[in-house]
């Protein structure tokens, strides 16, 4: 057969599936060099991990075009060896690691922190007698050499109302990594400088809100989202310009039927918010030049709504990974991503129903993002991925979250299949869902969605889930997640933290 030039073998190569490859370098000396060659890896990164939107540990701050065939070719065996891990009935942790901070108890706060060149963990710790509690706040840095991560940071405070990561850090736009409102209820942020010889040193204070007296639930960027107690205010407010802020009207049903905080949860993408209510799921379009100059309040109504059937008892949002090439259209207009959103609805008795529900919030593929589209920016209303049952005992202890590639986690009391009848023991599961793809191209794709449809009317089981872990007692009461570089946190009643990794 006659020597074709390099780059036609290597325009051939990259239509192979991944596990031809092996084969392939068996051939010959040629292809074993060509199949090794980092322009080939480089595609079969973006076409085969990319742009299906799978997570790939160890990329973060990692520069593509430096790197060489063999090193690419690792980061996409490692993102296939942690998907195929991460998805089966019975994912396995290659490592777990269990460490406490300086006091002893509950863990009450527990979230991964990503940051250019660090991977954190932040924890909150409740202890001290009843009478005169102390919070314990403190950072654990993830990517040190040692299995058990050092304390880098950490911080005590006498009182603290209510507390809030940066979800969208960026160099340019991130003021601090965590909000605090502690004593006298102001608002402080925090920027966190890795002091492992000293951790009291490692949280700076950078800016303080006194005139905020809030509570904060969502830390976004400049952005943070704030309830005015009792009095049913959600506001909006830069921190660059604090004296200004939005009010977002909340449904009138929500006024009707509580008089205290909501339950609720939210997140921004682009100049919308997505606020999962008791009741409701709205979105609403913030006006950015009303947050920099507008000293006053004003009211934002919303610009879409779908009922719940049932109240919400515990929710959790996020909005979804995206390909880049779904991020911009052809003019380079920015568009929506779809959001994920994990449900449990209450059942109206001290229990919540023993189901949870994973919905998508789509975006409108007739939407455009300029400022003569008169398309909503998602499809409403949101679609019913899928039921799972989950049951939770009476007063036991549950948390859930949900990630931007489609992981679902939680815990919850289904543990007969492993230690049979008990009055105590937690399961801790998860499901990942493939987000619905999007052909941006074609406008026509969700015509036959009827806009009334109701909750999804599968069957739901319990095995319809991947078993992480299970605990004979109920000391579980925090987890997070971290889809991106495979890992999981729980956080006990004692103060120990259990880090789980799957890569």
Not at 282 to 307: G, H, K, M, R
Request: charged share 20%; net charge negative.
């Amino acid at each position: 057969m006659p020597e074709l030039p390099d780059d036609v073998y290597l325009a051939i190569f990259k239509y192979l599936n991944l596990g031809d490859i092996p084969s392939i370098r068996t051939v010959n000396k040629k292809f074993l060099q060509l199949t090794q060659a980092g322009s080939l890896w480089r595609q079969l990164l973006r076409g085969c991990i990319i742009e299906e939107g799978l997570p790939i540990p160890g990329i973060r701050d990692v520069q593509l075009d430096r790197l060489q065939g063999q090193e690419i070719e690792g980061l996409v065996r490692r993102a296939l060896e942690l998907r195929a891990n991460w998805t089966s009935p019975f994912p396995v942790a290659r490592e777990a690691v269990n460490f406490k901070g300086s006091p002893s108890g509950r863990i009450i706060f527990l979230r991964f922190l990503k940051r250019p060149g660090r991977l954190w963990l932040l924890s909150l710790c409740v202890h001290g007698d009843p009478t005169a509690r102390l919070y314990t706040l403190e950072c654990w840095d993830l990517a040190g050499p040692t299995p058990t991560p050092p304390c880098i940071a950490r911080k005590t405070f006498t009182q603290l109302v209510s507390i809030a990561e940066n979800r969208d850090w960026t160099p340019e736009a991130g003021i601090g990594d965590v909000a605090i409102q502690g004593p006298s209820y102001v608002i402080t942020v925090y920027s966190i400088r890795a002091s492992p010889a000293n951790p009291e040193l490692g949280f700076l204070p950078v800016a303080t809100f006194p005139e905020r007296r809030e509570y904060i639930h969502l830390f976004s960027g400049t952005k943070m989202l704030t309830i005015l107690g009792n009095s049913e205010k959600v506001h909006i407010w830069d921190t660059r310009s604090p004296s200004a802020c939005l009010e977002l009207l909340r449904p009138r049903r929500e006024h009707q039927q509580t008089t205290t905080l909501p339950n609720f949860a939210a997140t921004f993408d682009g100049r919308f918010i997505t606020v999962v209510w008791p009741t409701t799921c709205n979105v609403y379009e913030v006006p950015t030049a009303q947050l920099n100059i507008n000293p006053t309040s004003l009211v934002l109504e919303p610009i879409q709504e779908f009922v719940w059937p049932w109240r919400v008892d515990n929710v959790d949002i996020v909005v979804m990974s995206q390909a880049p090439s779904q991020l911009f259209d052809r003019d380079g207009l920015w568009r929506p991503r779809t959001i994920n959103i994990l449900i449990r609805f209450g059942s109206g008795y001290p229990w919540p129903i023993n189901l949870l529900h994973q919905f998508e919030l789509l975006p409108n593929t007739r939407y455009r993002g300029d400022a003569i589209s008169i398309e909503r920016p998602y499809r409403f209303p949101p679609t019913s991925r899928r039921t799972i049952a989950s049951p939770v005992r009476l007063f036991a202890k549950t948390d859930m979250a949900v990630g931007p590639y489609g992981t679902a986690i939680w815990i919850d009391s289904h543990t007969e299949d492993q230690f049979g009848p008990a009055e105590q023991a937690q399961r801790l599961a998860s499901r990942v869902t493939r987000p619905t793809a999007l052909d941006w191209e074609n406008e026509e794709q969700f015509d036959d969605i009827d806009e009334q449809e109701e909750i999804s009317n599968e069957i739901a089981s319990t095995l319809d889930a991947s078993i992480v872990l299970w605990n004979e007692g109920d000391s579980w009461l925090k987890l997070a997640i971290d889809e991106e570089e495979g890992k999981i946190a729980l956080g006990r009643l004692d103060g120990t933290i259990t880090l789980l990794s799957f890569t």
